[in-house]
């Protein structure tokens, strides 16, 4: 096949400013950036968006994506999303939080956000630490998975806690419209990844109430491993942890399957 004979596929999102990316080697982040930047110009929302993002390595994107991006305090992110939303219900609201920050400081604010069925859609990276802050454990951090604040390990039984399932905790709740978990260690996951995402959308834009979809994500830095190594352990130890899958379709509980 010759050259002229190539057709480009992919290439750099017209939201992607041009800089380079924040992000350490091998993180995740970028790759949930790809997928949002994708559906955010597909469904042409750029000037009608806010993009939603707290202190933690999330808040990056201020500085990445050509949006109108809003910080907010740790954990409140649902709560400012909310108050975005109610005060202009034409606007789509776009929540980016990571697990850190939503499943610990902002507990509260998201079961009490999705409980009322707040017409937002919140994209919440798993990657089972405190990426920003130095690496310490997060409410997500696995059995035995070490971080600088439990460097023997995550001991449930010496006080530590187990992790938090978000999508599991989630699921009882009435006012969840849309729930699902996915990935993005490998190709055919990021696209799976895409397509959780836009029916996320989709429930928003039809005014259907509160969806979330949970990605799991690799940090190799905080983790302590090369990238290519980060990804086999989202696929063998998280994935096996918190499994793939749609958790809520249409306000109903289905049984995950990846």
């Known amino acids: 096949m010759s050259d002229t004979d190539m057709q480009k596929i992919a290439g750099r999102s ?66 400012v999303a909310t108050g975005i939303k109610r005060s202009r219900p034409d606007t789509f609201v776009l929540a980016y939080q990571g697990d850190g920050d939503l499943a610990s400081i902002g507990t509260a604010e998201i079961v009490h956000a999705a409980n009322r069925g707040e017409n937002i859609t919140t994209v919440f990276v798993n990657n089972a630490i405190y990426g920003m802050t130095g690496g310490q454990m997060a409410p997500t951090t696995l059995p035995g998975q070490k971080a600088t604040t439990c460097p023997g390990g995550r001991d449930a039984a010496s006080g530590m806690g187990h992790p938090i399932r978000i999508c599991e905790l989630l699921q009882s709740l009435d006012g969840v419209t849309y729930l699902a978990r996915s990935s993005v260690h490998t190709p055919a996951n990021v696209i799976k990844t895409k397509q959780a995402i836009k029916k996320a959308f989709d429930v928003q834009l039809n005014r259907k109430g509160f969806s979330l979809v949970e990605v799991l994500s690799s940090c190799p830095v905080n983790w302590g491993m090369q990238p290519v190594e980060s990804l086999d352990f989202v696929a063998n130890n998280m994935a096996p942890q918190y499994p793939l899958g749609e958790y809520k379709v249409d306000g109903v509980c289905v049984a995950p399957k990846a």
């Open 14 to 79: 017209s939201l992607w400013n041009d800089r380079p990316s924040p992000y350490c080697p091998g993180c995740g982040h970028g790759v949930v950036h790809r997928v949002i930047c994708e559906l955010i110009e597909e469904y042409k929302l750029a000037d009608n968006c806010v993009f939603m993002a707290p202190v933690g390595c999330s808040i990056l994107a201020y500085t990445f994506l050509d949006l109108d991006v809003c910080q907010s305090a740790h954990g409140r992110t649902p709560a």
